[in-house]
C-alpha cells in the first residue's frame, strides 16, 4: 500500500479501531450479532477485520480452550434455568452503550434472575 516499514519495525494493530469502522462493517456502533450470520467472517484470526483473539503465529493459545468453555458454559446456564429480568427492566431499558479501557465492555452490568426450569 506504499509504506516503507524498516526491517525490525514493530507494528501495532488497532483492532478497536478495526473493529469500528464504516468501511469494514455496517453501522459499526450497532450490537448486531446477527450481521455474521451466514458470513466466513470468524474470530479464528483468518478475517483481519475481526481479530479479537489476535492472529497468526502470537495468536492466543487459549482460544481453542476458550471458545469451547463458553459455549459449554452458556448451554449448561441456560439449560438449567428459565431467565427474567428485575423488576421495572424491560429489553429496551437496558443501556448497550459500552466503556472504554484495556477492552470494551458494557457500560452497565446486566443482570437477570434464574428461575429453576
Not at 473493529?19 to 478475517?47: A, N, T, Y
Request: charged share 25%; glycine share 10%.
Amino acid at each position: 500500500m506504499g509504506y516503507d516499514v524498516p526491517k525490525g519495525t514493530q507494528v501495532l494493530v488497532n483492532a478497536w479501531a478495526l473493529g469500528i469502522d464504516p468501511e469494514c462493517w455496517d453501522d459499526p456502533m450497532s450490537f448486531k450479532p446477527k450481521r455474521f450470520l451466514g458470513s466466513k467472517i470468524d474470530v479464528k484470526g483468518q478475517h483481519y477485520g475481526l481479530i479479537p483473539f489476535s492472529a497468526g503465529r502470537r495468536m492466543c493459545v487459549g482460544l481453542p480452550l476458550g471458545h469451547r468453555m463458553m459455549h459449554f458454559a452458556l448451554g449448561l446456564l441456560l439449560h438449567q434455568f428459565d431467565w427474567e429480568l428485575p423488576d421495572g427492566v424491560t429489553p429496551k431499558s437496558i443501556n448497550m452503550d459500552e466503556s472504554m479501557g484495556v477492552t470494551a465492555r458494557k457500560r452497565d452490568s446486566l443482570k437477570v434472575i434464574p428461575i429453576k426450569a
